[in-house]
Structures are given as C-alpha cells and as structure tokens.
C-alpha cells in the first residue's frame, strides 16, 4: 500500500509526549507507592533515562537520594539552560516491612517539574511516585522503576550496547560525538573554556601486518587505559574510528590540555605491550589539540581544526603534540 504522507510529515516526526513513557493505566500523583502491595519486594528503585543522554541509562536512587540539577555537585547533572541549578531531590522514606516510598520535591526551579505531565509545586511539598511515573526536568524524561536484579542487569546491558566499544570498553563515537556537542554548545552559550585532543595511533596498520591483529586489538585497549588512567571524572574518551580517538575536556583551555595531551603522548610511548614469542611492544600516538572558539558553530568545527592539527604532528614525524589555535 502506498505510503501517502509527505517527504517532509516522514522527516520531522514529533517530539515524545509524556503519555509515549507513561504505563497503560498510570498511577495517581500523589497515591501510596509500590509498598502499599504488602511486603517489600526485592529490588531497588532507579530512574531509566527516556529522553537526554545518554538514553537507557539506570540512575540507580540510594539511601542518599538523588539531587537533580545544572550545578555541578548535584549526583545527577544536566547542563541545559532550561535546568536550575538546583532544580529537584528525590528521596527514600522508610516504611517498615515494606518498599521505601520515593518521594520528588521541586527546589523552586525556574521552569518546573513535573510527574505524568502534572506540575510538582515546591509550596506544595513532596509528591508521593510510584511505579512508572515520569519526571520530566526541562528535556529530559525518567521513568521510575522498581528493579530486580535480572531487570538492571538488563537496563545496564542495552544501555551498554547503545554506548560502549565493545574492544576499548571506551565510548563508542555517537556517544562522544553527543557530548562533544553537548558541551560545545554550552561553551558558546556561556562562554565558559572547552578544549578536545583527537588522537591517531601510528603506523597502526604495520603493527596488524606485522604482529597480527591480536596484538593490535591489544595495543587499542592499551591506549584506552592509558587515557583512561590520566583523565578526570568530568572528562570524556571515545574511539571514533579505527585507531583514532577523541578526548573531550569541559572546563579546559588550551594550555591545560597541551599539558594533558603531552603527559598522553608520554605514558603510551612508555607502556610495554608484552607480545607472543619476542620483545615488548611499544607505541606511540599522534594527538591534535583545539580550543573552542567563539566563531566555532558545533562541535564538528573543533573536529575539523583539530585533524589539522593531527595532520600536522604526522607530518613532522609522529609521537607529537600539535595545537591549532587559529581564531
């Protein structure tokens, strides 16, 4: 049957409305929580996240609780504009011999927070969440969840599947990229410092023909450790091809990465990779470094600057460091 909508109607599909997450017949904003079933069941509650990135990812709500906000010691940060800086909590109450009720109270947010597309007023004190209740901040979703052990496992393998390489166990390049324009976008809306270093191994290919591809399996895993083992929590590392990565630093200016990226260059070239049968290997790395800039319109403009500069460390002979601050 042929399809009578319009290029444009196929290309521009709405936005996902609460009702999209929400369980067929949702619970009550304010209605007792999961324990009022009787005994506690096993598990433990978590936020699953349906919109924002990365999607799929398990929030798992502990005795503490969870802060929500764009400040940076909320345990949940999301950067957005739309966010306050201490936008919303939720919490665990007790309840003896069963479930924990979940409660969420608005932190007099600017934009609002809502359950099952209702307002959550802070003069109004906590709401009361059960089971498949979405919290929307802004752009982001989260469905409540109670979770046992097979249901996490689960939420952590997809989520996985969606954002890891499966060799390096770093990032994959969707979610690098993701963050990349993420973070771009909120260096230029606040001018705050943003800086990325990609990286190429060298002479990667004579190291599969000479050494065979277990080793060079081997040699990526050890430049993700090596990086992994050098860079801050607020940092981020994802393979984007091949051999080639990308180191994304928030808060960073130029100099401050030059540095990260000189100490990179270093400990790889010093890492033995023991190999079948002969002498340890050792590698080293190209690494092309870019500062954001104010005429810079995504992130793919720091990509284009920074191969560049990569070209340019490859060009002067390899295991070099190489900035391009062009403005």
């Not at 393998?157 to 771009?184: I, M, S, W």
């Amino acid at each position: 049957m042929k399809d009578s909508t319009s290029p444009s109607q196929r290309m521009s599909a709405p936005r996902p409305l609460f009702e999209d997450f929400v369980e067929a017949e949702p619970p009550t904003l304010n209605g007792p929580g999961l324990g009022e079933a009787g005994l506690e069941p096993p598990g433990q509650w978590a936020l699953i996240r349906y919109s924002g990135v990365p999607v799929g990812e398990v929030l798992l709500l502990g005795p503490e609780g969870l802060s929500l906000g764009r400040a940076s010691e909320n345990q949940v940060r999301l950067p957005e504009p739309e966010i306050s800086r201490h936008h919303a909590r939720l919490e665990l109450v007790s309840q003896k011999g069963l479930a924990p009720m979940v409660l969420l109270s608005d932190l007099g947010s600017t934009n609002g927070t809502f359950v099952n597309g209702r307002v959550v007023l802070s003069r109004q004190g906590p709401a009361a969440l059960r089971h498949g209740d979405v919290v929307r901040l802004g752009p982001h979703a989260f469905k409540l969840k109670h979770l046992d052990t097979l249901e996490k496992h689960y939420h952590e393998a997809v989520l996985a599947q969606a954002t890891v390489d499966p060799l390096t166990c770093l990032h994959n390049r969707g979610a690098v990229l993701r963050f990349l324009d993420q973070h771009t976008d909120l260096a230029r809306r606040y001018r705050r410092p943003l800086a990325i270093i990609l990286c190429d191994l060298d002479h990667f290919k004579e190291i599969n023909d000479h050494y065979g591809h277990a080793a060079g399996d081997l040699a990526l895993r050890t430049f993700g450790a090596v990086v992994c083992g050098r860079l801050r929590a607020s940092d981020l590392v994802g393979r984007i091809g091949g051999e080639e990565f990308l180191v994304v630093l928030p808060e960073t200016g130029g100099g401050e990465a030059m540095t990260v990226a000189e100490g990179l260059r270093a400990a790889l070239a010093a890492e033995p990779i023991p190999v079948q049968g002969g002498p340890d290997l050792r590698i080293t790395c190209c690494f092309g470094v870019v500062e954001h800039s104010p005429v810079d319109p995504d992130g793919g403009a720091m990509l284009a600057r920074a191969d560049l500069a990569l070209y340019r460390a490859k060009a002067l002979g390899r295991n070099r460091v190489e900035f391009d601050g062009s403005r």
